[in-house]
């Protein structure tokens, strides 16, 4: 009799921890999406850019950086340009910071920030390890302190 009383608060104690590790394993996802962090969720594009606008990474991107540029005349142009951050924030802050330096009598007025990731296109194509590489070579801060600037539409 001692021992069926036994099994039975055994499986009801065991019931209870898988209860209990089950509420919290909830609570723990919830926290992580909560702050930020992408989930496995297919997600638009618009969607997935404005996720990773918000992260701060551990290690360096490549973000896209389309600007528009008025010069002292007062005409406007539109550019493209890549630069190497951990966020976009900051990739935003070293395009500014930049400019100040290279082109004084310019200003900045809008600029819109995207992540390149493999479902990036550039210029309407898929990247693969030529257009990585090209990338690479073009993207600021690098060794010849250079920002290349493309035309863009």
């Known amino acids: 009799m001692i021992n069926i009383e036994l099994k039975q608060a055994r499986i009801l104690r065991a019931k209870e921890l898988r209860k209990k590790n089950q509420l ?17 969720k297919n997600l638009s594009e618009e969607q ?3 996720k990773f606008r918000k992260i701060k990474f551990d290690y360096s991107q490549y973000w896209l ?19 190497i ?8 802050f070293i395009l500014k ?16 920030t ?9 210029n309407n194509k ?7 590489h090209d990338v690479r070579q073009c993207a600021f801060p690098n060794y010849l302190n250079i920002l290349f600037k493309h035309h863009g539409n």
């Open 24 to 40: 919290s394993y909830n609570k723990y996802q919830r926290e992580y999406r909560s702050e930020g962090y992408i989930s496995k």
């Open 48 to 50: 997935l850019q404005e």
């Open 65 to 83: 950086m389309d600007f528009t540029e008025v010069d002292k005349f007062g005409k406007e142009s539109k550019f493209k340009c890549i630069i």
């Open 85 to 92: 951050a951990r966020s976009a924030k900051f990739a935003e």
């Open 97 to 112: 910071k930049k400019y100040k330096e290279d082109f004084i009598l310019s200003k900045l007025i809008s600029i819109k």
């Open 114 to 122: 995207s992540m390149i990731n493999k479902k990036s296109k550039l």
């Open 126 to 132: 898929d990247l693969s390890v030529s257009l990585w």
